[in-house]
């Protein structure tokens, strides 16, 4: 009977494992295949996509940074996504604090705002927003691009900001002010330490979206040496087709960072996305 | 001397709400007021034309198309991703010591740009030439690229996103169900609750609402889609993959039409209204229960 049991345990869980390394071999598959050919010369990628390489060809890594421009590419995405980190978190913080108490008339207004500016779809004012921006000379500008995806993330930050202040004691705020603290001093000295991991938290949510957007990037930010890393890849997808073992080693150039990346904050990640979605 | 004492909170929430409002509320405005003229982008003469473009767009076929796209996109979306995202999760439950292994090797699809996982997939999936449909053609199958068909094409460019999106709600369906009081789980295991009664009277009561707002954030999020089917087809083959987002973009930067993209644009946040405002009316109907 014991015996019995522990026997269908141990199918169980055999079950269970086939089915997740499954998933996990359909998640990441096209992945391995493009580190694959990446070693690859393009004749070899025709003659079998799935064979491994028999040569390890770097030269493809080296043509591939310099083709797509990945030194310039790489410093653009930083820079917008540095810029778009900054705002978000300077202007969330702030407004998550003044949002976490009733210290303004009309806070409810604002988070019935930010609300709904949550859910607007980026058609609903792209494309007024484009021709302003082009009357003012801003395409082709990378913190103006900053702005607009700032802006974009703006409202779940705040969210978060928010829920965050929410979760600092009210004593410890109370005890600075008997102490005589300004609202300046207040925010730098007692909630920045308690909520500096939810920073770390909305950081990496808001980068990881800055990083990969595609829309708002690609509609402003035109003009070759105004490219994103992820913007010069497209480009090199038209003008390099034909060598798709250069293509591939270029695609593992852009990933390699973010897996790296993702790795190292992995935890950061998971809470942003959890936050994130519980947060409506 | 009272009047003296400024209240330094609206300074502090200004820049957020500058910000939101010149680059958000304001060009969502304009967007709602241009739709309503004929503006070229480019001309300083707007034409106000009432709702012609709104009937222009009621007799466009390829709006319908579009429209018809998305509610496949929505009905995609709300079965596939969701149906593997919670049997992943349900699975991960079970497992204390592989769960974060597995969840990072699932989440890698997730955190990779829209732009980068479209050419993957573009070339060394879907190609007939480099990918691995070349592979299975030189095995003797007589396959060509699904994105080449106006039958295959949209499926394959949801496929593509949906590969890209479920281990995102596996993350969001592990952390709810985690959430699940263990002597309940407990008290189902001593009355002989089976795997599939535990989710089902157990758990899934428990994660309702994460499951009920997931349904509402695919829907909306269905009527925003876009990356992946320009990056993968532009809308094409002959608009068998165009999908609202598309179709306006397409009209504010290909035609020159802004005036009927800011009315496509209209629709697109018409759909995300209704189904927020679902969503409200069934949030609102549990908590009173």
């Known amino acids: 009977m014991a015996a019995s049991s522990k026997s269908k345990k141990i199918t169980s869980n055999v079950v269970v494992h086939v089915v997740l390394l499954l998933l996990a071999f359909i998640c990441l598959a096209p992945i391995v295949l493009v580190v694959f050919n990446s070693f690859k010369e393009n004749s070899e990628i025709v003659r079998n996509p799935l064979a491994l390489p028999n040569i390890l060809h770097l030269e493809n890594y080296i043509s591939a940074w310099t083709t797509g421009q990945f030194a310039k590419g790489f410093w653009n995405s930083i820079q917008l996504t540095g810029i778009t980190i900054i705002i978000v978190l300077v202007c969330s913080t702030l407004a998550g604090y003044v949002l976490s108490g009733k210290r303004i008339k009309g806070s409810g207004g604002v988070l019935l705002y930010f609300m709904m500016a949550m859910t607007v779809p980026i058609q609903l004012f792209l494309f007024p927003l484009y021709y302003a921006f082009a009357k003012l000379n801003l395409i082709g500008n990378i913190p103006a691009t900053s702005l607009i995806l700032a802006a974009v993330q703006m409202p779940l930050a705040v969210f978060l900001m928010r829920t965050f202040f929410l979760n600092v004691p009210k004593e410890l705020e109370e005890a600075a002010r008997i102490d005589g603290a300004s609202t300046a001093q207040v925010i730098w000295n007692v909630m920045r330490p308690v909520v500096s991991p939810g920073l770390i938290t909305v950081g990496v949510l808001v980068g990881l979206q800055a990083w990969n957007e595609y829309l708002i990037s690609s509609t402003f930010l035109q003009g070759e040496k105004n490219f994103t890393a992820t913007l010069g890849f497209l480009s090199m997808n038209g003008s390099y087709g034909a060598n798709m073992g250069l293509l591939m080693a270029a695609a593992v150039i852009l990933i390699g960072p973010v897996i790296i990346f993702f790795l190292i904050m992995q935890k950061y990640f998971v809470d942003g996305m959890v936050s994130g979605a519980v947060k409506g | ?289």
């Open chain 2, 1 to 289: 001397m009272k009047t003296k004492k400024m209240n330094w909170n609206y300074l502090l929430i200004a820049p957020a709400l500058l910000i939101s409002v010149s680059i958000i509320l304001i060009p969502g405005i304009m967007t709602i007021l241009y739709s309503f003229t004929d503006w070229n982008g480019l001309s300083p003469k707007i034409n106000f034309i009432g709702v012609r473009n709104f009937i222009e767009l009621f007799q466009d076929k390829i709006f319908f198309r579009a429209i018809l796209n998305n509610v496949i996109w929505v009905v995609m979306f709300l079965t596939i991703p969701v149906c593997v995202g919670m049997l992943a999760a349900m699975l991960l439950l079970g497992r204390k010591k592989t769960r974060s292994i597995y969840q990072v090797g699932f989440l890698i699809p997730y955190i990779l740009a829209p732009a980068v996982n479209a050419m993957l997939w573009l070339n060394i999936m879907f190609s007939p030439i480099s990918g691995v449909v070349a592979a299975l053609r030189n095995l003797g199958l007589d396959l060509s690229s699904p994105l080449a068909s106006m039958k295959t094409a949209i499926y394959a460019c949801a496929g593509v996103d949906i590969w890209h999106y479920w281990p995102y709600l596996t993350v969001i369906y592990l952390a709810a169900l985690r959430q699940t009081p263990a002597d309940q789980v407990e008290a189902a295991r001593v009355e002989g609750c089976n795997a599939w009664q535990l989710f089902r009277y157990v758990y899934l009561p428990n994660i309702m609402s994460t499951v009920s707002l997931m349904f509402i954030m695919i829907t909306i999020g269905s009527f925003l889609a876009f990356d992946y089917i320009k990056l993968l087809t532009g809308g094409g083959p002959a608009h068998a993959t165009e999908v609202l987002g598309t179709y306006a973009y397409s009209f504010a930067f290909s035609s020159m039409k802004v005036g009927k993209a800011a009315a496509v644009g209209l629709f697109i946040s018409f759909f995300g209204l209704i189904a927020s405002g679902i969503y409200t009316r069934i949030s609102r109907k549990e908590s009173m229960e």
